[in-house]
């Protein structure tokens, strides 16, 4: 589903934050990226969802056979890849249910399929609602103005269930959480677990690979994936910390 | 007079224009003629201007009639020694620790209260009249830089006449690490004229200092003064103003600053007594990610009227303003603040933000505010607030209800209240100055 | 779900099209030679058989604008007008005063509905009555039996003056004097026509009075007077639409509202101005001086204010309050936009007189293009207003380089138990916020109406239903291509 080959971006000002990432995600698999800070993980998210302000300077990137990197931001969207923020941005004035069905609009008018009006809308985000145990309140407020950093992440995971992405990314979305909310967004996140679907974790954390089991474990570091592995990878960097890893590598 | 008048003169300027006719015997051979060519120049601007009408947006909220309807020509040199009323007002005005010091007495230099020594090497400071030998290069710069529009006609007054004044130049990367002082005092001779002084600081390249002015006084005066601070790429600067004038005294500031790429200019102004006080500020940001910290207050009760004005001019990239400023106005006092903050095309990331905040506290006393902004660039961050109010009844009834009488617990709130803009001096010299002074008005004003 | 709900794809389908109203009607009109003397101001008093008074009340106004010069404070680059070149009374010629709706040219019904105003008994708005203003004067009023049975008068100021000669002499001019200002003054010399509306005592206007003016003559100044009254404990809600053809010289558009409020009456006036706006380089485009100010004689009556201002050239706009009444309410809620080259400089007086009285000041806009916005505001709290308060949040929003946002807010407090404050912001849309709606799936230009439309919410809240899907469509229209 995707696979991102000897990929180098640097940053407008011409830091080289990621040097040559190789990466395979197929359908169906749960991948997690785990590194210190620095290490580039935000900004392999950044690239891969098409931010602005990264340039990259060599590698390529497929995703479902097609050129990602040539795509616009919003085209990658409705192609379906879903990137959960690290920080989820405030929109004042924008109600958050008005929002989330016009973005799920955008996406079905792009499949093909038969736009939702409110009444259908409303039904189907009830159910997921439920289904996650977040509360309906959080529809009719702005998008993330004035939520708490669990609220942002639970609104994140909201609307992942709601677009039903392809291949979802999920950057940092476990930091900062205390343990009820850790257990809601993995909740959400094995919800969405599917053979047509690949999902990316990003974390600094072991913490939430506890709750979400992940089929591959990569470590990056300094813009480097230096050792892949499974599930017990993640256990090792936990005890050993990453600069073992390094040494490791 | 002679070839000056060439050009329609306003009714009201004409009596300077005599004035200056009758000095210009006592001025020849004193100045070079260079200086002689400014003045003439800038009385012409002077006689086309006029006063300004209140139709002037940088006038609306003063009242100029008085003034305009009863000259107050400029006040010859005084002769004689010094009085122990100045020496008063000196021990009142200077700060308590040792600082360079230096005081101009009706307008000029006064050398026998003046301390000069021990400035370190790079530094230059002294009075404007001997600048105007040692550093004309330096003097010249500055009366050139500054544009003279109708919006500004005193200080194309105070280029006419000013007598003397202070200069401080600061080589690059020195640092100043005492505060400077300049002390303004009036005797009271120069009853019923005006005193016109003019300041000059030059920072360069990192340079660094902090200066306090202080305005004090006795008698019936109009002082018309006119400062310009130079900072390059990197330079420092504090300055602060403190106006006690007379009670029966007027005061017009100007001051003109521009900013290299990252410089920093830090200002306060306090004006605290006069009965007609004016500060104008002026900062043109024209080097890149340059910083400008504006505050001040005022404090009126009485019959006084008093504007602040400050405008900043972004007119490069990156730079950054904070202003915060507080009006009080007790009694029949008029209070107006007036502050604009102008993105020039292509300044983009500037971060800007003013603050303006009011108590109005007397059934007689008013107060405007006019906070603008002008912004011709996209990727900015500006914002203003503005406030006019009342003390704050529930802290009011909190003091009062621990005992403390109702005249001294509003005193307290109005002290902090102007305290929270005091605090944002950085010198705590000056600032622990300033705040005695107005610690010492309130008290004085309660009577 | 609210308003703002309308979906994204009639603001996309919208975006696309250009200024739908710029059409032009074939008419046969009968218009005054151009030029303003005496003897203009006579010929339209007497093609208006008017009687002698406001004659005389068109005189003294002409003699004032002549002593007056065309005020220049605003923040707006325009080309002089000769106001000597101008035509001031154009009318489409049809039988004297139609007596119903089937008296009137068809053209002209044709032209309504193309507008998506239809005046046909069967057709018409359920729940607004339209009084339809077509170059100089009123083609036709809707509803006006049904408002009838309540002793609510809603008719054009023409038919006012002939059938309430009292009420229009007891009110004209008493809250906007013929003298107030320039454009006011030329109004009250020349206006031709425009709305009169009355609200007695007690009565809740049951449904939304509503007028739509057209400007369609060519080199024509439309001058249009509006006077609305509820009297004592009355309610009214008024609506009005502007649109022009789209031609290349400056036409003038300067207006004349009057809104007077007694003990407990409430009017809420609202205005969509969708005049023709120029085109991107900046040429034609409606010159917008309008004088609109309310009256809140008595104690606790309510003067609301909102509009969305996306059309004219120039917009030069204060509508204001001046609050008399102890308790009385004074609200301003504005969105403008200026893309291209438009220039708006609008806001609000909020004038308090009376104790207690209290205002609210929302203002948002929104610059793009080489658009230059400037919010002008004057709160000012007299000796007598002890207690006022009022609350200003006055926010811009940059789209682009080259457009500008300005804010000029007068603050001038007189009584020292007031309490007055005042925020302003000004910001771009967010590249994170872009990029956030982008990876949503929503394209650039729906991600910035989407988030155009949240910066103005608290103002579209205001605008009654019927208006406010109307005006969301319209911000979308207005910043077509204000983007890359």
Same mark, same amino acid.
């Given at each position: 589903?995707?696979?991102?080959?000897?990929?180098?971006?640097?940053?407008?000002?011409?830091?080289?934050?990621?040097?040559?990432?190789?990466?395979?995600?197929?359908?169906?698999?749960?991948?997690?990226?785990?590194?210190?800070?620095?290490?580039?993980?935000?900004?392999?998210?950044?690239?891969?969802?098409?931010?602005?302000?990264?340039?990259?300077?060599?590698?390529?990137?497929?995703?479902?056979?097609?050129?990602?990197?040539?795509?616009?931001?919003?085209?990658?969207?409705?192609?379906?890849?879903?990137?959960?923020?690290?920080?989820?941005?405030?929109?004042?004035?924008?109600?958050?249910?008005?929002?989330?069905?016009?973005?799920?609009?955008?996406?079905?008018?792009?499949?093909?399929?038969?736009?939702?009006?409110?009444?259908?809308?409303?039904?189907?985000?009830?159910?997921?609602?439920?289904?996650?145990?977040?509360?309906?309140?959080?529809?009719?407020?702005?998008?993330?103005?004035?939520?708490?950093?669990?609220?942002?992440?639970?609104?994140?995971?909201?609307?992942?269930?709601?677009?039903?992405?392809? +291949?979802?990314?999920?950057?940092?979305?476990? %930091? #900062?959480?205390?343990?009820? @909310?850790?257990? *809601?967004?993995? &909740? $959400?996140?094995?919800?969405?677990?599917?053979?047509?679907?690949?999902?990316?974790?990003?974390?600094?954390?072991?913490?939430?690979?506890?709750?979400?089991?992940?089929?591959?474990?990569?470590? +990056?570091?300094?813009?480097?994936?230096?050792? %892949? #592995?499974?599930?017990?990878? @993640?256990?090792? *960097?936990?005890? &050993? $910390?990453?600069?073992?890893?390094?040494?490791?590598? | 007079?002679?070839?000056?008048?060439?050009?329609?003169?306003?009714?009201?300027?004409?009596?300077?224009?005599?004035?200056?006719?009758?000095?210009?015997?006592?001025?020849?051979?004193?100045?070079?003629?260079?200086?002689?060519?400014?003045?003439?120049?800038?009385?012409?601007?002077?006689?086309?201007?006029?006063?300004?009408?209140?139709?002037?947006?940088?006038?609306?909220?003063?009242?100029?009639?008085?003034?305009?309807?009863?000259?107050?020509?400029?006040?010859?040199?005084?002769?004689?020694?010094?009085?122990?009323?100045?020496?008063?007002?000196?021990?009142?005005?200077?700060?308590?620790?040792?600082?360079?010091?230096?005081?101009?007495?009706?307008?000029?230099?006064?050398?026998?209260?003046?301390?000069?020594?021990?400035?370190?090497?790079?530094?230059?400071?002294?009075?404007?009249?001997?600048?105007?030998?040692?550093?004309?290069?330096?003097?010249?710069?500055?009366?050139?830089?500054?544009?003279?529009?109708?919006?500004?006609?005193?200080?194309?007054?105070?280029?006419?006449?000013?007598?003397?004044?202070?200069?401080?130049?600061?080589?690059?990367?020195?640092?100043?690490?005492?505060?400077?002082?300049?002390?303004?005092?009036?005797?009271?001779?120069?009853?019923?004229?005006?005193?016109?002084?003019?300041?000059?600081?030059?920072?360069?390249?990192?340079?660094?200092?902090?200066?306090?002015?202080?305005?004090?006084?006795?008698?019936?005066?109009?002082?018309?003064?006119?400062?310009?601070?130079?900072?390059?790429?990197?330079?420092?600067?504090?300055?602060?103003?403190?106006?006690?004038?007379?009670?029966?005294?007027?005061?017009?500031?100007?001051?003109?600053?521009?900013?290299?790429?990252?410089?920093?200019?830090?200002?306060?102004?306090?004006?605290?007594?006069?009965?007609?006080?004016?500060?104008?500020?002026?900062?043109?940001?024209?080097?890149?990610?340059?910083?400008?910290?504006?505050?001040?207050?005022?404090?009126?009760?009485?019959?006084?009227?008093?504007?602040?004005?400050?405008?900043?001019?972004?007119?490069?990239?990156?730079?950054?303003?904070?202003?915060?400023?507080?009006?009080?106005?007790?009694?029949?006092?008029?209070?107006?603040?007036?502050?604009?903050?102008?993105?020039?095309?292509?300044?983009?990331?500037?971060?800007?933000?003013?603050?303006?905040?009011?108590?109005?506290?007397?059934?007689?006393?008013?107060?405007?505010?006019?906070?603008?902004?002008?912004?011709?660039?996209?990727?900015?961050?500006?914002?203003?607030?503005?406030?006019?109010?009342?003390?704050?009844?529930?802290?009011?009834?909190?003091?009062?209800?621990?005992?403390?009488?109702?005249?001294?617990?509003?005193?307290?709130?109005?002290?902090?209240?102007?305290?929270?803009?005091?605090?944002?001096?950085?010198?705590?010299?000056?600032?622990?100055?300033?705040?005695?002074?107005?610690?010492?008005?309130?008290?004085?004003?309660?009577? | 779900?609210?308003?703002?709900?309308?979906?994204?794809?009639?603001?996309?389908?919208?975006?696309?099209?250009?200024?739908?109203?710029?059409?032009?009607?074939?008419?046969?009109?009968?218009?005054?030679?151009?030029?303003?003397?005496?003897?203009?101001?006579?010929?339209?008093?007497?093609?208006?058989?008017?009687?002698?008074?406001?004659?005389?009340?068109?005189?003294?106004?002409?003699?004032?604008?002549?002593?007056?010069?065309?005020?220049?404070?605003?923040?707006?680059?325009?080309?002089?007008?000769?106001?000597?070149?101008?035509?001031?009374?154009?009318?489409?010629?049809?039988?004297?005063?139609?007596?119903?709706?089937?008296?009137?040219?068809?053209?002209?019904?044709?032209?309504?509905?193309?507008?998506?105003?239809?005046?046909?008994?069967?057709?018409?708005?359920?729940?607004?009555?339209?009084?339809?203003?077509?170059?100089?004067?009123?083609?036709?009023?809707?509803?006006?039996?049904?408002?009838?049975?309540?002793?609510?008068?809603?008719?054009?100021?023409?038919?006012?003056?002939?059938?309430?000669?009292?009420?229009?002499?007891?009110?004209?001019?008493?809250?906007?004097?013929?003298?107030?200002?320039?454009?006011?003054?030329?109004?009250?010399?020349?206006?031709?026509?425009?709305?009169?509306?009355?609200?007695?005592?007690?009565?809740?206007?049951?449904?939304?009075?509503?007028?739509?003016?057209?400007?369609?003559?060519?080199?024509?100044?439309?001058?249009?007077?509006?006077?609305?009254?509820?009297?004592?404990?009355?309610?009214?809600?008024?609506?009005?639409?502007?649109?022009?053809?789209?031609?290349?010289?400056?036409?003038?558009?300067?207006?004349?509202?009057?809104?007077?409020?007694?003990?407990?009456?409430?009017?809420?006036?609202?205005?969509?101005?969708?005049?023709?706006?120029?085109?991107?380089?900046?040429?034609?485009?409606?010159?917008?001086?309008?004088?609109?100010?309310?009256?809140?004689?008595?104690?606790?009556?309510?003067?609301?204010?909102?509009?969305?201002?996306?059309?004219?050239?120039?917009?030069?706009?204060?509508?204001?309050?001046?609050?008399?009444?102890?308790?009385?309410?004074?609200?301003?809620?504005?969105?403008?936009?200026?893309?291209?080259?438009?220039?708006?400089?609008?806001?609000?007086?909020?004038?308090?007189?009376?104790?207690?009285?209290?205002?609210?000041?929302?203002?948002?806009?929104?610059?793009?293009?080489?658009?230059?916005?400037?919010?002008?505001?004057?709160?000012?709290?007299?000796?007598?207003?002890?207690?006022?308060?009022?609350?200003?949040?006055?926010?811009?929003?940059?789209?682009?380089?080259?457009?500008?946002?300005?804010?000029?807010?007068?603050?001038?407090?007189?009584?020292?138990?007031?309490?007055?404050?005042?925020?302003?912001?000004?910001?771009?849309?967010?590249?994170?916020?872009?990029?956030?709606?982008?990876?949503?799936?929503?394209?650039?230009?729906?991600?910035?109406?989407?988030?155009?439309?949240?910066?103005?919410?608290?103002?579209?809240?205001?605008?009654?239903?019927?208006?406010?899907?109307?005006?969301?469509?319209?911000?979308?229209?207005?910043?077509?291509?204000?983007?890359?």
């Amino acid at each position: 589903m995707l696979e991102v080959t000897n990929l180098h971006a640097r940053l407008n000002d011409g830091r080289e934050i990621l040097r040559g990432i190789d990466l395979s995600v197929k359908a169906g698999e749960v991948h997690a990226i785990m590194g210190p800070n620095g290490s580039g993980k935000s900004t392999l998210a950044a690239v891969l969802a098409g931010r602005e302000g990264y340039e990259v300077s060599e590698g390529s990137v497929s995703y479902l056979g097609r050129d990602l990197l040539v795509m616009p931001a919003d085209e990658r969207a409705r192609e379906g890849l879903f990137l959960a923020f690290q920080y989820p941005i405030e929109i004042p004035g924008v109600n958050n249910m008005y929002f989330l069905r016009t973005a799920l609009n955008a996406q079905r008018r792009h499949r093909g399929e038969p736009e939702l009006d409110a009444g259908q809308f409303l039904r189907i985000v009830r159910a997921r609602l439920k289904l996650l145990d977040i509360g309906e309140d959080l529809l009719q407020r702005a998008v993330n103005v004035g939520f708490s950093g669990g609220e942002k992440k639970r609104n994140e995971i909201l609307q992942m269930a709601m677009l039903e992405p392809r +291949l979802a990314i999920l950057d940092e979305t476990d %930091s #900062g959480l205390d343990i009820d @909310a850790l257990k *809601l967004v993995a &909740r $959400g996140v094995n919800e969405q677990r599917s053979p047509e679907r690949a999902i990316v974790v990003i974390t600094h954390y072991q913490r939430l690979l506890d709750y979400v089991e992940p089929d591959r474990v990569h470590v +990056l570091q300094r813009g480097r994936i230096i050792q %892949s #592995g499974d599930k017990a990878l @993640a256990v090792e *960097l936990e005890r &050993r $910390g990453y600069g073992a890893a390094e040494e490791a590598a | 007079m002679n070839a000056v008048v060439d050009f329609p003169v306003r009714p009201e300027a004409r009596p300077y224009l005599e004035a200056f006719g009758r000095d210009s015997l006592a001025r020849a051979g004193r100045e070079p003629d260079w200086l002689t060519g400014y003045r003439k120049g800038s009385l012409a601007r002077f006689a086309e201007f006029g006063f300004p009408s209140r139709r002037s947006e940088a006038w609306r909220y003063l009242d100029l009639r008085a003034l305009e309807q009863r000259p107050m020509l400029p006040a010859g040199a005084q002769r004689g020694g010094i009085s122990a009323q100045i020496r008063a007002q000196l021990a009142e005005m200077a700060l308590g620790r040792p600082a360079y010091r230096l005081v101009l007495v009706d307008g000029r230099l006064a050398p026998a209260l003046s301390a000069l020594e021990g400035l370190p090497p790079g530094v230059w400071l002294g009075s404007m009249a001997a600048a105007i030998t040692e550093r004309p290069e330096l003097v010249r710069a500055g009366f050139e830089a500054l544009s003279l529009d109708a919006a500004r006609p005193f200080a194309a007054l105070n280029t006419a006449f000013f007598a003397d004044g202070f200069v401080l130049d600061i080589e690059p990367g020195v640092v100043v690490e005492r505060p400077v002082e300049i002390i303004h005092l009036s005797s009271g001779a120069a009853q019923g004229g005006s005193l016109h002084t003019r300041g000059l600081i030059a920072a360069g390249e990192r340079a660094r200092a902090s200066v306090i002015e202080s305005f004090a006084g006795a008698g019936h005066y109009w002082r018309n003064d006119v400062i310009e601070l130079n900072l390059a790429a990197g330079a420092e600067l504090t300055r602060v103003a403190l106006i006690e004038e007379a009670a029966e005294a007027w005061h017009f500031g100007e001051m003109l600053a521009t900013l290299g790429a990252g410089a920093s200019l830090s200002s306060f102004v306090m004006l605290l007594a006069g009965r007609t006080v004016r500060h104008e500020t002026t900062v043109r940001s024209e080097g890149e990610a340059s910083r400008c910290e504006l505050n001040g207050a005022f404090l009126l009760s009485g019959r006084q009227e008093a504007n602040i004005l400050t405008t900043v001019e972004h007119a490069a990239a990156g730079g950054e303003t904070r202003e915060v400023f507080k009006g009080v106005a007790t009694g029949r006092a008029h209070g107006a603040f007036q502050g604009r903050i102008t993105v020039r095309p292509g300044a983009q990331r500037v971060d800007a933000h003013q603050l303006s905040r009011n108590l109005v506290l007397g059934p007689h006393a008013s107060i405007d505010t006019k906070p603008e902004l002008e912004i011709c660039a996209d990727d900015v961050k500006c914002s203003h607030g503005a406030a006019v109010g009342d003390l704050d009844e529930a802290a009011l009834f909190y003091l009062r209800a621990r005992g403390i009488p109702d005249e001294q617990a509003r005193r307290m709130l109005i002290e902090a209240f102007v305290r929270e803009a005091v605090e944002l001096v950085g010198t705590p010299l000056m600032r622990e100055h300033l705040l005695q002074r107005i610690s010492r008005r309130l008290a004085s004003s309660e009577e | 779900m609210s308003a703002s709900s309308e979906t994204l794809q009639t603001l996309r389908s919208l975006a696309r099209e250009s200024y739908k109203y710029g059409f032009i009607t074939e008419i046969d009109a009968e218009a005054a030679p151009p030029g303003l003397t005496e003897d203009t101001v006579r010929f339209i008093s007497a093609k208006k058989e008017e009687p002698a008074w406001l004659l005389e009340w068109r005189l003294a106004a002409f003699r004032a604008w002549c002593g007056m010069a065309q005020p220049d404070w605003a923040k707006l680059q325009l080309t002089p007008i000769d106001y000597q070149a101008a035509t001031y009374y154009s009318a489409p010629r049809q039988s004297a005063g139609p007596k119903s709706i089937d008296e009137v040219d068809p053209e002209l019904l044709r032209t309504y509905e193309k507008l998506g105003i239809p005046l046909r008994e069967r057709e018409i708005l359920a729940g607004v009555a339209v009084d339809a203003v077509f170059d100089s004067i009123s083609v036709a009023t809707t509803f006006k039996e049904q408002l009838g049975e309540l002793g609510i008068i809603f008719c054009s100021m023409g038919e006012a003056v002939r059938e309430h000669p009292e009420l229009v002499r007891k009110y004209l001019g008493t809250v906007v004097p013929q003298n107030d200002n320039f454009f006011a003054a030329l109004n009250s010399a020349v206006f031709s026509d425009g709305s009169f509306a009355y609200v007695p005592p007690g009565v809740r206007c049951p449904m939304e009075l509503s007028t739509y003016f057209r400007i369609n003559a060519a080199k024509t100044g439309q001058f249009e007077r509006t006077l609305l009254i509820a009297d004592a404990g009355a309610y009214v809600s008024y609506l009005e639409g502007c649109t022009a053809p789209q031609r290349d010289e400056n036409q003038l558009h300067a207006a004349v509202v009057e809104l007077i409020a007694h003990e407990d009456a409430q009017v809420k006036y609202s205005t969509v101005q969708n005049w023709y706006p120029g085109d991107a380089e900046g040429r034609g485009g409606i010159y917008n001086f309008v004088t609109k100010r309310g009256a809140c004689r008595g104690a606790r009556s309510k003067i609301s204010w909102t509009q969305v201002e996306t059309g004219s050239a120039i917009t030069w706009k204060y509508p204001s309050c001046v609050l008399e009444g102890d308790h009385s309410v004074g609200e301003f809620y504005s969105v403008a936009i200026t893309n291209n080259r438009q220039q708006a400089d609008t806001g609000t007086k909020m004038i308090h007189i009376g104790s207690d009285t209290r205002s609210t000041i929302v203002s948002k806009g929104i610059s793009a293009g080489r658009g230059q916005n400037t919010y002008r505001g004057l709160v000012r709290v007299q000796p007598r207003a002890r207690g006022a308060r009022n609350h200003t949040q006055c926010d811009s929003l940059l789209i682009g380089e080259r457009c500008g946002a300005h804010t000029v807010p007068y603050i001038e407090v007189r009584n020292p138990s007031a309490r007055v404050e005042h925020e302003a912001t000004a910001s771009r849309i967010s590249e994170e916020q872009l990029f956030y709606c982008r990876q949503r799936g929503l394209t650039t230009e729906d991600a910035i109406s989407l988030i155009v439309n949240g910066f103005c919410r608290e103002v579209l809240k205001e605008l009654p239903m019927e208006f406010a899907v109307e005006a969301q469509k319209l911000l979308a229209v207005s910043l077509e291509g204000s983007v890359g």
